[in-house]
């Protein structure tokens, strides 16, 4: 069970993330994902440092044990790694949080794919009830197709004789005398790629760049019954780059609030206030739903309803993922 409020030795991350120190699994997530895509350097090239600190939050948080080690010590202890665990309190890469967090696995294992393009788009409650489409225009990097990604006409590419066609030179860089260092860099003459293509024989359409930017328009079909925070993924859309496989474009849904109705898992939960008569001599009560039917709500005469009474409707709750046909409940929460 979450620690309560007065138990937690310090609130610093609870505070970064904007949750407060009893918050479920699913409000931290919510709260980072938000977080993340709005400070990701991407987005905002200048926030490097909160969108570090907002990952060391998420990662201690996010981990049961360590959440544990954090409330019991603070950031002293995880620093310190406790005792045995935590492992030494070193942090992960923002990065990689960020890449596990909307599914493009670690770094380490997609060196040979490029980047994953995250996107956020505002849904309804209505939305995700009935269904819906939403286009959405991005701008990406495409192969060239005129000089399939060579950068020139074909075998007009030479080989750099800086480097050799490796990319990188190698330095020597003396530290004391007689004590010398080698350094690797990419290559100043052909910067990293390897070979040179003359002016005369650069691709008009791209310049030599081997990559263009172009507009793309991708249909986003959002279905009956998906959930706050549930990702979309379009395999292989995101930028393209010759000999590397293209990284993904993930949409990530937004649910905003809604007026009347909560969604909690499968179940609509919406509360109705009655007059002290209605609660005693019974009601007829019109629920507008999602789809625009038109539900009654009725109590018979006799049938006393006390403030904090509930009422479950069957099946007229959020309809269930890839099985619309089946719902959830409405729950009516009544005060008098």
Do not use: W
């Amino acid at each position: 069970l979450p620690l309560k409020t007065n138990m937690v030795k310090e609130t610093g991350f609870y505070d970064t993330l904007g949750v407060k120190p009893n918050a479920t699994p699913d409000e931290l997530k919510r709260a980072y994902r938000k977080l993340a895509l709005k400070y990701h350097p991407d987005k905002n090239p200048t926030e490097g440092e909160k969108f570090k600190q907002i990952s060391q939050a998420y990662e201690v948080l996010s981990d049961a044990k360590k959440r544990e080690l954090y409330d019991r010590g603070g950031e002293k202890a995880i620093k310190e790694g406790g005792t045995g665990g935590g492992g030494g309190g070193s942090f992960a890469s923002p990065m990689d949080i960020f890449d596990l967090f909307f599914g493009g696995g670690s770094r380490m294992h997609r060196e040979r794919k490029g980047k994953n393009i995250v996107h956020q788009i505002s849904v309804t409650l209505e939305d995700l009830y009935n269904g819906a489409t939403r286009k959405l225009a991005l701008q990406k990097n495409t192969i060239c197709e005129r000089c399939e990604g060579r950068g020139s006409r074909k075998g007009a590419a030479q080989m750099c004789m800086t480097c050799h066609g490796t990319g990188m030179q190698v330095r020597m860089h003396q530290l004391i005398p007689g004590m010398v260092q080698q350094v690797s860099t990419v290559c100043h003459t052909c910067q990293g790629q390897g070979q040179r293509i003359s002016h005369k024989d650069r691709c008009k359409a791209c310049g030599g760049r081997k990559i263009l930017r172009q507009k793309k328009i991708l249909e986003v079909h959002v279905d009956k019954g998906m959930r706050d925070g549930q990702k979309i993924v379009f395999h292989g859309e995101g930028d393209q780059e010759p000999g590397i496989e293209p990284g993904d474009i993930i949409i990530v849904l937004d649910q905003r609030e809604h007026p009347h109705f909560t969604r909690r898992g499968e179940d609509l939960v919406m509360s109705m206030e009655l007059q002290l008569v209605e609660a005693l001599c019974g009601f007829k009560k019109p629920v507008q739903t999602l789809d625009n039917r038109t539900l009654l709500i009725t109590s018979h005469p006799g049938e006393l309803i006390k403030p904090g009474d509930t009422k479950c409707v069957l099946n007229e709750g959020m309809p269930m993922h890839r099985r619309p046909f089946e719902k959830g409940r409405l729950i009516i929460h009544f005060s008098v």
